[in-house]
């Protein structure tokens, strides 16, 4: 199994604790796209941190559309800590749709 | 606690126009609250401004900062001393605060960053309600509790009107009929008895119509 390298992973203890401010200070650091790699629903431990994610990233398309960078750098997707297969096909996928969005109007150094 | 909505990002950047050096200011009161103007929406907000105005290939600086109120003095004298280094002071305060910033800097160009909305409480996590409209002369002991003026469409001191079904109100499905919740209260309280007095016709002057409020106390006063 392998997925794109230019994927970068962030670890956090649930995708519930990721705040909307976090994913927008990744784009304001000039990366292409975020996406969220939760556990399945309905088999949060933390009960519902996956889905607070979901919303919490539906938000934050809001945010970037009004911005202009586009609702579909971010993304959540949810998949199983046994689904590596899953995760490197998010990844591969994830990383398509940016290369057809191309780089971030932001990135920083160009 | 008082309530408002985030103007769209668009009709802020219309606000701001040539203006790139801003000063965004948030509250810690009442919009912290309600999740449209503490120091998490400040954040989002200059998030936002820098993501826009990096992408335009703009130079600009955004300063937050939030305060512990902006509708008392002493807080807003507290930017006094890096206020003059901005074009603009984008309030994320209630439009009580909005003024009184504008009423402090008197020089400088202040802009409100959200529509102050209602009085109200918070219904669960993320949703709001609107309670109570200041009208000055408070009858929610005749009507268990429950305000016909804030929460009735029609403001009506005597009803429900023919609008009422079901527990609803005409205007949305969604909308409990206010004088069906007093009804309903007055029942369970056991004061029936106070929804057979007719509430006489209100006098109004003691709301808005009497022209803006005041109030003193004099022993209160330094």
Not at chain 1, 73 to 90: H, L, P, T, W, Y
Not at chain 2, 6 to 18: M, N, V, W
Not at chain 2, 112 to 130: C, D, R
Request: include cysteine; glycine fraction near 12%; hydrophobic fraction near 35%.
């Amino acid at each position: 199994m392998s997925y794109p390298g230019n994927v970068k992973v962030v670890k956090v203890p649930c995708t519930g604790r990721v705040d909307v401010l976090l994913i927008l200070r990744a784009f304001e650091s000039g990366v292409d796209g975020v996406y969220l790699a939760g556990c399945l629903e309905g088999e949060c431990h933390f009960l519902r941190g996956n889905l607070r994610a979901r919303r919490r990233v539906e938000y934050v398309k809001g945010l970037l559309e009004e911005v202009g960078l586009g609702g579909n750098r971010v993304e959540m997707f949810n998949m199983s800590a046994s689904q590596g297969q899953r995760f490197a096909q998010f990844a591969q996928e994830m990383t398509e749709r940016i290369r057809l969005l191309g780089p971030s109007p932001v990135k920083k150094g160009e | 606690m008082i309530v408002g909505n985030r103007k769209d990002f668009s009709e802020i950047l219309e606000k701001l126009g040539a203006a790139r050096r801003v000063l965004l200011l948030g509250c810690n009161e009442c919009v912290t609250v309600c999740g449209v103007g503490g120091e998490r929406e400040v954040g989002v907000l200059a998030s936002e401004l820098r993501l826009y105005w990096t992408k335009e290939g703009e130079t600009f600086e955004v300063r937050e900062h939030t305060l512990e109120r902006q509708c008392d003095y002493e807080y807003i004298d507290q930017i006094r001393g890096f206020a003059d280094d901005y074009d603009v002071i984008l309030s994320m305060a209630c439009g009580a605060g909005v003024q009184y910033v504008a009423e402090a800097y008197k020089t400088k160009l202040v802009l409100p960053a959200v529509n102050t909305t209602f009085l109200g409480v918070t219904i669960e996590q993320g949703m709001w309600s609107e309670r109570c409209q200041g009208c000055g002369a408070c009858i929610l002991d005749m009507t268990g509790g429950i305000c016909p003026i804030a929460r009735c469409a029609k403001s009506l001191l005597n009803g429900p009107c023919g609008g009422s079904s079901e527990g609803k109100c005409e205007i949305d499905k969604e909308t409990d009929c206010a004088w069906q919740l007093i009804v309903d209260r007055l029942k369970e309280s056991g004061q029936m008895e106070r929804y057979e007095e007719i509430l006489p016709v209100k006098d109004w002057r003691t709301g808005r119509d009497g022209g803006p409020r005041r109030r003193v106390r004099e022993d209160l006063k330094l």
